[in-house]
């Protein structure tokens, strides 16, 4: 069944193609007997417009979610490279646009002719598909530098950094941004001086592939690694624009740096060890305009073991306003904190977007999930302490809220009382306990007359934390999009996201879905379902280390 799914993804993008040679060919001129019009003799744009939609086809769920990140997304694009030299020499920085070293066990490096092609650059020590070790050689590090369009580059290893590597990355001349996955920083000290003339955003995160608990499983040496992740970030602090760091990774001496370019900073995961209130977090970023704090629990360590564990408290009682050492700040993201969380009270009047998430651990041994998604969750019933603790935000013009049950209209009417003025609306629920498909029945005119207290409203979001393989876009999602869109005569789109594994794929991996009023031009379709529970699947094993008995 998932090699059909995958065949129809690969003939729906063959045939999308056709139909827009088919358009071409109506529009354009009736061709000559000389000049037939053919793949090469299109205008470069669309002959490139093309070759994008080939590069990467759909690809079944099962397949993308194992193994998305080790598919050659320009493979269906080889045969056309094979049937003149005209459509190589186009074909070829598609196909080698994204490479990975996987297929290079043996650490040999690509062949040089095909460098100039490279944007981005996928490097590990181990593949997902084939457990055998990947090698890293001395050669790879040298050909990094040497890759004249190279701006991205991603790391996984198992091992710690090599000053090497970390010296080759530095000098690659138009590294732009830099992603460093399940980070192992304790082995030799990087040294003191690495270049990183052109790097702009830099992610690292301790989570992997599979998850975040194998990390406390391989003997890290921390304050080894403490010390080697400040002496690293002390070469780009000074440049650096966008920073998303895991928090396990955040010492006191990160407090000493300052950060005079950075505008958007995120820290995911876990809450450093000591803890650090968010304001002295940010106490040195001058310009920064987008916070977002995604602490989630620490569950490969004992409760005991300090503030490892929902809810937090983010901010700091009494404390000065956020815009006091960030005056540009106008976005904040937060997630696991009480509905009177003091950091609250320190958000500036002049934010202009706030969202309010429940953050779950990357708790992904190899057999199933935990047996509890340790959060801590807003409802219908305490969203509105939260909302009366930002009151005073009166220029908010974008608001999330993630629940853990259906979204009322009691509760959308609080929200528009409290920011009437909003012109993007996010609603999600992270449950797996309510039906029929949506956080709110989208069959419940309430629901609609409730919406109606937003007269600004542009767009609105509705997030899902669960896949539900027949939620046809066609069908379901349509039919909601098609009822707000004529309900709601401002509202220009209605998009929809699913399967929020926020601590799996990271928060700014959200797929969205969207329609906008040009679905009015088609009748409705058939409306859901009557909405029912559904079950919560719970796996008994494996379950966090503390609640392990004798027993199981």
Known sequence: MAGLRFLEGVFGRVHTVFSILKKLLRLS????????????????????MILELLYDPWVCEEER????HEICKGRFLLPLSES????????LPWIFREVYNWDRQDGSVWPETLWSFFLTVHIRDRSMRDPGTITLSTAMFCALPMMPSLTKITLRLEAAISPELLLALSIAPRLTFLDIHQVRFDGPAPTSSLPFATLETLGISISGFRGVLGREMLNIDRNRQ???????????????????ISGDLLSPDFLSLSWPQLRRFTVTEHTPTPYIPVPDLVSQMPLLTELSILFSADLSRDRDAGDIFPPFILGTPGGELLTHR???????????????????????????????????DGYLPVRGRPARLWAALLTHTTAPAALDNVSHLTELRELSLTLDDFTTAALIHCIASVFPRLRVLELGNSSYLYGPKFCFDVRDPTILEALKGFPLLTDLRISLNFMDRELDGEGVQRHAAHWMLEGLLGLLTVAFSWEQKW???????????AWDRTVLLRPPSPPPPEPSLVEEPIDRDPIPPWEQTDSE
Do not use: K
């Open 226 to 244: 403490a010390r080697n992740v400040i002496a690293f970030l002390q070469n780009l602090n000074r440049s650096l624009t966008v920073l998303q």
């Open 503 to 513: 601590w799996y794929y990271g928060f700014n991996m959200v797929t969205w879905r």
């Open 84 to 91: 003149c030299r005209y459509m190589r020499r186009q074909t």
């Open 29 to 48: 001129p009736a061709p000559s007997s000389h000049a037939a019009l053919s793949l090469v003799t299109l205008p470069a744009d669309v002959l490139h």
């Open 65 to 68: 979610e194992r193994y998305d």
């Open 326 to 360: 960030s005056p540009l700040l106008s976005s904040v993201t937060l997630s696991n904190m009480e509905p009177t969380d003091p950091i609250f009270a320190q958000l500036p009047r002049a934010l202009e977007s706030l969202h309010l998430l429940a953050m779950v």
